[in-house]
Antibody, heavy 120, light 108 residues
Framework: DVQLLQSGGGLVQPGGSLTLSCAAS????????MTWVRQAPGKGLEWVSA????????YHADSVKGRFTISRDNSKSTLYLQMNSLRAEDTAVYYC?????????????WGQGILVTVSS | EIVMTQSPATLSMSPGERATLSCRAS???????AAWYQHKPGQGPSLLIY???TRATGVPARFSGSGSGTEFTLTISSLQSEDFAVYYC?????????FGGGTKVEIK
């Protein structure tokens, strides 16, 4: 079974840092792009960051550019999101997701989600 | 940025009815690079449709997608109890990737 197991969420103070992890299993990790998407309380889905299958190319939403960094370790089949300078508006459930075939950035498998709360 | 606008925001339907959800892109999507997802509380979203009309693996045939350019539609031919959820469209034609605001399909 294709699975994405997320970890690393929690409560952090404004201005603080947090790293999310997403451990993949059941597929050849280095053959697919990956992404992070979040959902703030009471809101819809918001794309955050994406990374190519090799890790050579990465993309970030303007709302997190310069503060968040997406990366991957293909030897460990793990995706990461390093979040710095966190703000109250970053409070959300964060999902990692696996890209589709042919390197297209639609997402066919999603993690269970993990809550990040930014508050003093 | 391509803005995806979904309508209606809420759809009140009865089981067995046909549901039609709309998504409009602010720019034409090359090769119809639009996807649809179903999202239930406490779960990760689930891919239903990609490339505007291709059903994802394991998705029941009652779900169908259509459209091109700037207008896309998700149709559920006969609503089942498990279909009451929020549905999102997404474009993957240009960066940044963008989602619509969602359509909640609720029980009437």
């Amino acid at each position: 079974d294709v699975q994405l197991l997320q970890s690393g969420g929690g409560l952090v103070q404004p201005g603080g840092s947090l790293t999310l992890s997403c451990a993949a299993s059941g597929f050849t990790f280095n053959k697919y792009a990956m992404t992070w998407v979040r959902q703030a309380p009471g809101k819809g889905l918001e794309w955050v960051s994406a990374i190519s299958r090799s890790g050579e190319s990465s993309y970030h939403a303007d709302s997190v550019k310069g503060r968040f960094t997406i990366s991957r370790d293909n030897s460990k089949s793990t995706l990461y999101l390093q979040m710095n300078s966190l703000r109250a508006e970053d409070t959300a459930v964060y999902y990692c997701a696996k890209g589709g075939y042919d390197d297209y950035y639609y997402f066919d498998t999603w993690g269970q989600g993990i809550l990040v709360t930014v508050s003093s | 940025e391509i803005v995806m606008t979904q309508s209606p925001a809420t759809l009140s339907m009865s089981p067995g009815e046909r549901a039609t959800l709309s998504c409009r892109a602010s720019q034409s999507l090359d090769s119809n690079l639009a996807a649809w997802y179903q999202h239930k509380p406490g779960q990760g979203p689930s891919l239903l449709i990609y490339a505007s009309s291709t059903r994802a693996t394991g998705v029941p045939a009652r779900f169908s997608g259509s459209g091109s350019g700037t207008e896309f539609t998700l149709t559920i031919s006969s609503l089942q109890s498990e279909d009451f959820a929020v549905y999102y469209c997404q474009q993957y034609n240009k960066w940044p990737l963008t989602f619509g605001g969602g359509t909640k399909v609720e029980i009437k």
